[in-house]
T-cell receptor
Framework: GDSVTQMEGPVTLSEEAFLTINCTYT??????LFWYVQYPGEGLQLLLK?????DKGSNKGFEATYRKETTSFHLEKGSVQVSDSAVYFC??????????FGTGTRLKVLA | DAGVTQSPTHLIKTRGQQVTLRCSPK?????VSWYQQALGQGPQFIFQ???????QRGNFPDRFSGHQFPNYSSELNVNALLLGDSALYLC???????????????FGPGTRLTVL
């Protein structure tokens, strides 16, 4: 069945460092791919998405490219801020149906 | 425009009890999905409601049931609570195919359920 694998955290970075959080997926066909962010005590917020191969999703300085050949959707940001500290979830879906989430990666950014 | 709302925010129950959680979808959305997020884990799909019927179900026992009302709001019911049911329960809404961003789910803040 479909699945999502994320790199384990926590990831601890200094402010202004480069961020990469790896995400790979297993699925047949062409699912849509998403990154969600969860701040402490809150629900999930959509960060970015891509719906077809080679699409690049971007938002708030974060980027991720849908790579069909490597079944990956790695999240990157050139310069992280303390306010980026949160848990990041990679997810896939087919159409309007269920999302399948990874286990999440906790990011801690130090001033 | 209100987003997805859920109630209550927190809930404490004892084993064997029953609980009902509520969700109102984002304006313009007609599909509601429920997820269970255990501590330190990613959300797990419970089921999805569309046109007042359960359209798809994840790997959860029959103790978990739901309902969708004509105004698209939804309830999640859990019977015979177990300690392992303690989790954050998330509701997400989405719109029909053909509308903008139909494959995008918007999540509510969740209901934190603690079973003692």
């Amino acid at each position: 069945g479909d699945s999502v694998t994320q790199m384990e955290g926590p990831v601890t970075l200094s402010e202004e460092a480069f961020l990469t959080i790896n995400c790979t997926y297993t699925a047949t066909g062409y699912p849509s791919l998403f990154w969600y962010v969860q701040y402490p005590g809150e629900g999930l917020q959509l960060l970015l998405k891509a719906t077809k191969a080679d699409d690049k999703g971007s938002n708030k300085g974060f980027e991720a490219t849908y790579r069909k050949e490597t079944t990956s959707f790695h999240l990157e940001k050139g310069s992280v801020q303390v306010s980026d500290s949160a848990v990041y979830f990679c997810a896939l879906s087919r159409g309007t149906y269920k999302y399948i989430f990874g286990t999440g990666t906790r990011l801690k950014v130090l001033a | 425009d209100a987003g997805v709302t859920q109630s209550p925010t927190h809930l404490i129950k004892t084993r064997g009890q029953q609980v009902t959680l509520r969700c109102s979808p984002k304006s313009g959305h007609d599909t509601v999905s429920w997820y269970q997020q255990a501590l330190g884990q990613g959300p797990q799909f419970i089921f999805q409601y569309y046109e007042e019927e359960e359209r798809q179900r994840g790997n959860f026992p029959d103790r978990f049931s739901g309902h969708q009302f004509p105004n698209y709001s939804s309830e999640l019911n859990v019977n015979a609570l177990l300690l392992g049911d303690s989790a954050l329960y998330l509701c997400a809404s989405s719109s029909v195919p053909g509308t903008a961003n139909y494959n995008e789910q918007f999540f509510g803040p969740g209901t934190r359920l603690t079973v003692l």
